[in-house]
């Protein structure tokens, strides 16, 4: 079965500090996909990056990267010099891909919600 | 460029009445995923669907919910007789056509049942 944990509930931090969420999944595909979505308290999911299970190459997107380590089935995102606007819930997300290639559901973690303080 | 739309923003129904959420995808996208998001939980995966085709229902409670997505015209998720406990928000996201793509999500439906 497929599982993804965040095992970090909630992580308040100060402006400026830089901050990890964790990610761990579980699957037994050999081809699926990594994502990360971002619920700001206006509640919309923006999403934030994508990853496929083939491409284990860091990713840094401005103060955003993020992490993906096949050997420990873990794709941690890190906020550098954190601000007050990335307060938010932040999810991790696997999906499979179907036999027909299309990809399927999103799993998600429970979400991770940050709080910047200024 | 207009992302998935969802109609209504907010909803508010009495237990026993249906609640009809529309969602329309973003254009040239024909893949819609519907998840639900209840009080203090994660966001659960409901339904997918292509046009005219239901193709993965496995999240979809068996009785009083239902989902279509017409040739023309948006998605739409039914639900029956509604109870309290389907108080929640409704996400619908939408991929193109090869569906190996992200799903981008709408702002979602609040649903409320007194």
Redesign the interface.
Known sequence: AQKVTQAQTEISVVEKEDVTLDCVYETRDTTYYLFWYKQPPSGELVFLIRRNSFDEQNEISGRYSWNFQKSTSSFNFTITASQVVDSAVYFCALSEVLSSGNTGKLIFGQGTTLQVKP | NAGVMQNPRHLVRRRGQEARLRCSPVKGHS?V?W?RQLPE?????MV?LQKENI??E??MPKERFSAEFPKEGPSILRIQQVVRGDSA?Y?C?S?PA???????????T?LTVL
């Open positions: 893949h995923y998840y939980e994660g966001l659960k995966f997918y193709i993965d496995s999240g928000a996400f996201a991929s090869r569906g190996t793509d992200t799903q981008y999500f709408g702002p979602g609040r």
